[in-house]
């Protein structure tokens, strides 16, 4: 395995540490080097976006910073820890909008895997 590929080692942000400091909650604590050297974001990450703003206070109000912060913060430290930032943004987006009702949990599965079998099928 590369390193690039390695799991991040978070234990050093866990609320044991700190009484009263949540896993998500990494203000003021050293997260390690950023490099300067990644800063496109990939057409998936863009599309993640687009689709919570429009979702949201600059679309159709139909769900709040708030509601997506909780969501969030609700995953639990495993799934936290091990999805990126934009893939726990995707998470928190799924959770709300079927706890609204938006959508249907059964329905979002047989659609994500009918559309898993035509990439693969047609080989993209």
Known sequence: MKPDDQEPDNTRFTSARE???GYHDLGGLDGGQ???AVTEAKPWEKLAVVIGNSL???GRRLICTDEVRRTRE???AE???RLGYFEKGIEALRRLLIEKGMIDAQELEHRMAALARRIEEEGR
């Open 74 to 76: 609700e995953m639990g």
């Open 34 to 36: 950023v490099d300067p």
């Open 56 to 58: 949201g206070a600059k």
């Open 79 to 81: 799934l936290y820890n």
């Open 19 to 21: 009484p009263g400091r």
